[in-house]
């Protein structure tokens, strides 16, 4: 079975452009999550999805971030304008619900603003 | 707001030799405490997951604990081996209305020396 799917892997952009992640999560998990790991530090969320519902979004920068996760499978994350301190590894996870279930993670995407 | 800590940062270990990763947490109102392992540029790989009313689980040479009303684990390593190396993540799941985010520590580094 395909576990968590992200794409890129890698993305390099000059400050101010826009850019995009993908994530495909593991087949029949309701629960999406994304999260953003500076280095050295442990991931931190930015938005959590049940199905298509965006159930906590009160960590992700508004102003310059945006989700969305259509019929409740394959989901994006955008940043634009992007900035030099949004550098860091963005992380997709999945479980089979929010609630007490185990979460799997995939490979991340690494974005460098430059 | 929920704290995790784990110690060390780092560790360096002969090969065979039997460790113990720590990891600590403020906010005992969790649904469980899950461990994970991280390859340098690559995502997180779930190891172990302890529920709330569980004390410990066991997976090959792994064995994690949860001791929820001191607000510890403690993730066993039996004969370590060179592919043991890679940093360690805990993550406790909040209990309650609202949120059900992982909450990671900063991680412990491990390098197992041949």
């Known amino acids: 079975e395909a576990g968590v799917v992200q794409s890129p892997r890698y993305k390099i952009i000059e400050k101010k452009q826009p850019v995009a992640f993908w994530c495909n999560p593991i087949?029949?998990?309701?629960?999406l999550y994304w999260y953003r790991q500076n280095l050295g530090q442990g991931p931190e969320l930015l938005i959590r999805?049940?199905?298509?519902?965006?159930?906590?979004d009160s960590q992700l920068p508004k102003d310059r971030f945006s989700a969305e996760r259509l019929k409740g499978v394959d989901s994006t994350l955008k940043i634009q304008p992007a900035e030099l301190g949004d550098s860091a590894v963005y992380l997709c996870?999945?479980?089979?619900?929010?609630?007490?279930?185990?979460?799997?993670f995939g490979q991340g995407t690494r974005l460098t603003v430059v | 707001k929920q704290e995790v800590t784990q110690i060390p940062a780092a560790l360096s270990v002969p090969e065979g030799e039997n460790l113990v990763l720590n990891c600590s947490f403020t906010?005992?109102?969790?649904?469980?405490l899950q461990w994970f392992r991280q390859d340098p540029g690559k995502g997180l790989t779930s190891l172990l997951l302890i529920q709330s009313s569980q004390r410990e689980q066991t997976s090959g040479r792994l064995n994690a604990s949860l001791d929820k009303s001191s607000g510890r684990s403690t993730l066993y390593i039996a004969a370590s081996q060179p592919g043991d190396s890679a940093t360690y993540l805990c993550?406790?799941?909040?209990?309650?209305?609202?949120?059900?985010?992982?909450?990671f520590g900063k991680g412990t580094k491990l390098s197992v020396i041949p």
């Open positions: 999805y049940e199905n298509e519902e965006a159930v906590d």
């Open positions: 993550a406790a799941q909040k209990a309650g209305a609202g949120s059900y985010q992982l909450t």
């Open positions: 996870a999945s479980s089979l619900d929010g609630l007490n279930t185990e979460a799997f």
């Open positions: 906010d005992s109102a969790i649904y469980n």
């Open positions: 087949s029949g998990h309701n629960t």
